[in-house]
């Protein structure tokens, strides 16, 4: 069962454009979402993050959109460049017994390729 | 730069052998994560630590895999006897859980990458 779903699988954008990219969930427990970035050979990195309560956060050219009702969510990477080529994860995590969001399901990330 | 740390960095190794990898997690944090990665399945839980102890293990397969923190800077994660399915990369991850925050960021380490022959 695929709690967070996330497309496009891939995604090709020329610099200077914008990426989206969508996750949706089912969980209505889920009360935290953040999105991690992945370069090949390394871990995962913290990027943005967002609680329902707002609909929309942004850092620097990085901006989550949510929708609760829809229960859907998105990251828009503003005046791509060729630095942001990465893998995008989606997530989600209700709380855990001892009250932190640490719990993360995450989506099936999306491979972002922008070219120069 | 505090990071974590991850060995070994590859492994390979035959069906049926143990295989051991290790995690030493960010110096101060109490709250420790082992992920697996795939291509198919995408990035799973399998289980996670806070202070030493563990608070869910439900994403483990329990016959072959098992996890243990011997002390706060070591984190190991068992497999008895490996499979070709167990191929994947294993990803440790780190956190500080404070009792005024709910949400903390998770910071990985460069991850085991695993293949079972």
């Known amino acids: 069962q695929q709690q967070v779903k996330q497309s496009p699988q891939s995604l090709i954008v020329q610099k200077g454009g914008i990426s989206i990219i969508n996750c949706a969930y089912e969980n209505t427990a889920f009360d935290y979402f953040p999105w991690y970035q992945q370069f090949p050979g390394k871990g995962p990195a913290l990027l943005i993050a967002i609680r329902p309560d707002v609909s929309e956060k942004k850092e620097g050219r990085f901006t989550i959109s949510f929708n609760k009702s829809a229960k859907q969510f998105s990251l828009h990477i503003m005046d791509s460049q060729p630095g942001d080529s990465a893998t995008y994860f989606c997530a989600a995590s209700s709380r855990d017994s001892g009250g932190s969001n640490y719990k993360l399901t995450f989506g099936k990330g999306t491979l972002l390729t922008v070219n120069p | 730069d505090a990071r974590v740390t991850q060995t070994p960095r590859h492994k390979v190794t035959e069906m049926g052998q143990e295989v051991t990898m290790r995690c030493q997690p960010i110096?101060?944090?109490?709250?420790v994560f082992w992920y697996r990665q795939t291509m198919m399945q995408g990035l799973e839980l399998l289980a996670y630590f806070r202070n030493r102890a563990p608070l869910d293990d439900s994403g483990m397969p329990k016959d072959r895999f098992s996890a243990e923190m011997p002390d706060a800077t070591l984190a190991t994660l068992k497999i008895q006897p490996s499979e070709p399915r167990d191929s994947a990369v294993y990803f440790c991850?780190?956190?500080?859980?404070?009792?005024?925050?709910?949400?903390?960021?998770?910071?990985f380490g460069p991850g085991t990458r695993l293949l079972v022959l």
């Open positions: 991850a780190s956190g500080l859980v404070r009792s005024a925050q709910r949400e903390e960021t998770q910071y």
């Open positions: 110096l101060g944090h109490n709250t």
